[in-house]
């Protein structure tokens, strides 16, 4: 029954412009269009299969990387792609590469720090890939303290070189993508020191392997750290261990935009602020937040769709079982992560708009937004993240059984993006940084600085401080602003209940350590309000297209409601609304489910994933879930003889009551 | 520095005596000594070693589990191990392998649901593993709803035998561990049809391979599913898929113990009650409860120990950074499942007593609270293993980036635990039925009929519904009565909240369906309920050792006052208990943190894992993670060369700019 389409019939029952919905989530229809093509130029190319990835050997996956990432470097060049059109192609091979870190932080690293010269030296070889670049800041001992690096660039004036030294087991760099097998040169950070002195991390260009035959320069141990979580997943990628034994490199090779060490061995500053830094951080982050949206919807395109085909229980008379879609506790799990997808879609909207208007300020040296700015990315990273990694793994269980087998798809989904909760940024140590400057900002507003951004709203400390939320029926939740007003109050109030209970300790650093854990809560609240005002937000903005923004509503409510239900405790604790209010937040949002229902496949085929993309069984835009799921069975290697590899040494002797004689 | 322990300072602050603890943990000395005996047999035999298996193909792993089973098969009959023994054997050597299902399940089924005469004919055959069995029920298109099954039996007169057949693609078992590549019997279900008639389903023996050549006897197509989650994880077992094509059986191969069909073909019932098939469940469902706090206090082991071994920030003047175990936000994650990790054995240990107190109950037919027991074992069921799955991933995070390396064991321990929350009985439809249960309970409050067991609190209707917790203090959420009642009457009155519900609707059935996740919720609480007051109950009992007692005492306030912060929105809304109070709880909850902390390693050492088993670098009992990490990195095929295989087609040309003419 090829080229049928099993889910036509929910198709049909949609009740908006699914077209035009595709434009909303891709941000405009330019963008739409290249995703689109690039899209569908990956899934055309048996080059770019992967479904076998799940079977093959560590080798074999690694070399098949390799294999691809070149075949994808040709196919750059040869239909002369952009530098957006690349990186699409990139994502939608869906195989993490030691490509992602030379183009994501290699290349932007000697941007953001090299000096003109060092910029013109190292980038045209990087952009032809004449050289290969990593990223090594972490250390076996050492992640979320960058400032506890441990290896060293000494600077020998004799020479003008910096001696790079790993004095310790734990400070081996441990980690870095692509570092393993394949990077040539990598962006290193090491302690400077000069004359005795510690001048504390930076970074500095090393070559690791020959340009002739690859092998290591002399001084440097370089390997990769082994088998991480998941078939294939990011065992694709050689991340690597790195140890040096007093390597040295010219001094040039220090990246010296913001500070430098002169031929003299004498550190000075340059005039670019160092706040650039943050600049960066901001950048990378709100890419994460972007990367969430798009991990989580595949997810929830997979298991909307299954939810559709699966059927289970209902049965009368011999009619079909219910669609598992139709039962409530399925709805009550599965539409509220459809719409965080959207939510964190809309935040990552938000936040590309931040960071633009941050580098704004920052080429004019206004520094004023950039802690709330910081500590908004840093929030929101973890938030999404979070909520991500979660999701993807309670969309498996939403397809029982069936999610457990690679072919559905969402174990590799799953195990490819977990890391991202601790990468860039420990996700609960980013908590405690926004807990931070939550703290800062309340014990600032009795001195008429007005808080900017993100926190505006505890400028309104009093109101929020006294509103009660006026709901009196279970619709009156669907006000933008009753919601908004709720989702403040609470955040304000547990900030504020925190910052109270700070001034019991002896010292403000002791008590931010005891209550480090409510502080954590008051940053979550903090950070929900920000994705939940930021999707008010884009509503209040025009959208076109048949009731595209009717269903952009209800989603909006739902997460909102979805979000208030869960952490109800708060919000009762902190006497932001009643239980009566809480429970017609509760029945509102089991109505908005039954309204979210007939849009559920539209909703998730405007993400506009192809197959190839989803790589899973279970989420076929066809719905024809079954016999492709037998057929993939047969594939595997297992499955290659009828009488499997062992019978006769292992299993016949047992059958036979010979095990004693047998040699095992 | 090999045998130097890094956590003796730990182990030298413990507050009470860890060998009266490990006794406790493990149920009895007996229990402890056999467990200990056969765990350090494993852990001494090379041929049991496991650090390898991450990075198998899939053909290589499946063989290296044959090889496996047989020598353990061969050591269980050199060393006469009882049946104790020898499941202890094969629960340590941790690799999931179709003996499991064979002695699980196969064995267990034909006990429960065959004849005398059957399980004399079968039985033998089965404890000498002349033949190999596995049990197949789920299919492509049923999991849950067993009652769906399209698999047929149908009654053949004239020769005496059923004809198996999948009528359809979506009838073909599926899932069944042991099918795919070794069993050479099964117990099949099927629907049952006599003379055009549908009994339902029922079970059958049926041979799926010649014992002589291992092919597939005719009609009969099997094969394996596929990769599956994880690395190692279940790939080591051969899941299976199986279609039949009209096989037939003798009719004595009908698992006869309850119904049975007679030479004419006539369907009758046998004196041997129905309700037997129940017994069995909880006997499943307990033994799942165990593995849940076994498979849980190996993550918090590993991520205890690690979190005193890791050190980040907090340095000063050169001072060693702060041990990660120290900060609050790590212990205000961790320590809670630590004392879940206890609860979750004590329950086990109770659900053990119960299902002795069930089968004596049904031997001497009397079901009556039969009901109560199923639905008690099916929320327990639910509760642990979902709260072990998402623990583990958490005790994964705690660990930093280096959890997810597989060489932290982290990865595979989650992999391999997750299909717990699917399998006997999907956790959501499972606390469905404890919501029926709840409810039918509810509604007969009136009648004068007394709830029974877990559910006897609801009895106390009144006092329940009207009682306001009288907490005045932090240390008043220390006293057992205090918490229970509070968890009593948030439990009941969350029932009773949706039975009033309920009756809005114009069908029970449809308001059921309305109101699922909020039924959900309230057997959330009941179950919660179950776990802190069967915790309590241990704490009654005399417990000897230096300091055990009060240990457990913190843990057990630990569990319930963690469940209370996390879920304080029901305490709240319900009315149990007010703002401050909750706020009360949490002050004392932090402050019992303070109390775990030093007793955190010797609590994890109480579990007794050895190395073998835990099969973590970070987990360690000395330690030592470091220098093993390095050692283990270099393990990986990868490093097998230098320069990877693939860089000469594929990096080269890449490098020297010569893609254009390589052949990719």
Chains 1, 2 share one sequence.
């Not at 014990?443 to 993100?454: A, D, E, I, N, R």
């Not at 040494?649 to 095992?664: F, G, S, T």
């Amino acid at each position: 029954m090829e080229g049928v389409d099993y889910l036509a019939p929910e198709r049909n029952n949609a009740q908006f412009d699914v077209d035009e919905m595709k434009i909303v989530w891709a941000g405009s229809r330019e963008a739409f269009e290249v995703s689109d093509r690039i899209a569908r130029l990956v899934a055309s190319d048996p080059n770019f299969r992967k479904d076998d990835r799940t079977t093959l050997g560590r080798k074999e996956l690694f070399k098949n990387t390799l294999r691809k990432a070149a075949y994808a470097w040709k196919r750059i060049i040869e239909l002369r792609l952009n530098e957006e059109e690349a990186k699409r192609l990139r994502s939608f091979i869906d195989q993490p590469a030691f490509t992602d870190l030379h183009w994501g932080m290699f290349v932007p690293a000697i941007k953001g720090q090299g000096t003109d010269e060092q910029q013109e030296k190292w980038l045209p070889l990087a952009y032809k890939m004449q050289i290969i670049g990593c990223y090594a800041q972490t250390e076996l001992g050492h992640g979320s303290n960058v400032q506890g690096l441990e290896t060293t660039a000494t600077f020998d004036p004799q020479t003008d070189e910096f001696v790079i030294h790993s004095p310790t087991l734990t400070s081996c760099k441990w980690w870095p993508g692509g570092l393993g097998k394949i990077s040539t040169h990598g962006v290193i950070y090491a302690r400077l020191i000069t004359d005795g002195k510690d001048h504390g991390v930076h970074g500095f260009i090393v070559q690791l392997r020959s340009l002739d035959d690859h092998l290591p320069l002399p001084g440097i141990t370089v390997g990769d750290i082994g088998m991480k979580f998941g078939n294939a997943a990011y065992n694709t990628m050689d991340n690597g261990v790195l140890r040096f034994d007093h390597v040295r490199i010219p001094r040039n090779q220090m990246l010296m935009r913001v500070s430098q060490v002169t031929r003299e061995g004498k550190y000075v500053q340059s005039n670019v602020p160092r706040q650039l830094v943050y600049g960066t951080m901001v950048f990378v982050r709100q890419t994460i937040v972007s990367d969430a949206s798009t991990a989580l919807s595949r997810a929830v395109c997979i298991a909307t769709r299954y939810s559709a085909v699966r059927r289970q229980f209902g049965s009368h008379n011999g009619s079909p079982e219910t669609q598992v879609i139709n039962y409530k506790t399925q709805q009550a799990r599965l539409f509220p992560l459809l719409a965080s997808a959207y939510a964190f879609r809309f935040v990552g909207e938000w936040l590309k708009w931040l960071y633009m208007d941050v580098t704004k300020r920052l080429e004019a040296k206004d520094f004023s937004t950039l802690p709330e700015a910081h500590a908004c990315t840093a929030g929101l990273k973890s938030l999404t993240t979070s909520a991500t990694a979660d999701g993807i793994e309670e969309c498996r269980k939403l397809c029982g059984g069936h999610g457990y087998l690679c072919s559905s798809g969402l174990p590799e989904l799953f195990a490819v993006y977990v890391p991202a909760c601790t990468y860039e940024g420990d996700n609960i140590v980013l908590l405690l940084q926004v807990a931070r400057h939550l703290m800062k900002t309340v014990s600032q507003l009795g001195s008429g600085k007005m808080p900017v951004g993100t926190t505006a709203y505890m400028g309104r400390a009093e109101h929020l401080m006294q509103c009660r939320s006026d709901v009196k029926q279970a619709k009156d939740w669907l006000r933008p602003n009753v919601v908004l007003e709720a989702f403040e109050a609470r955040a304000f109030r547990m900030s504020v209940a925190c910052a109270k209970n700070l001034t019991k300790f002896s010292s403000p650093e002791e008590g931010f350590q005891e209550l480090s854990a409510d502080l954590v809560e008051a940053a979550v609240a903090h950070c929900q309000l920000i994705v939940v005002s930021k999707f008010i937000e884009k509503l209040q903005q025009d959208i076109p297209g048949k009731g595209v923004k009717q269903q952009l509503e209800i989603l909006c409510s739902v997460y909102a409601l979805f979000l208030l239900h869960k952490h109800h405790g708060d919000f009762l604790s902190t006497g932001c609304i009643t239980p009566t209010q809480a429970s017609l937040a509760n029945e509102q949002l089991r109505s908005l489910y039954s309204q979210v229902r007939p849009n559920a496949i539209a909703l998730v085929d405007a993400f506009n994933y192809t197959d190839h993309y989803l790589g899973s069984v279970l989420g076929r835009y066809d719905g024809n879930v079954y016999p492709k799921l037998y057929e993939e069975a047969w594939k595997d290697p297992l499955n290659d003889s009828v009488v499997p590899d062992g019978y006769h040494e292992y299993v016949r002797p047992m059958l036979k009551q010979q095990l004693r004689n047998a040699r095992l």
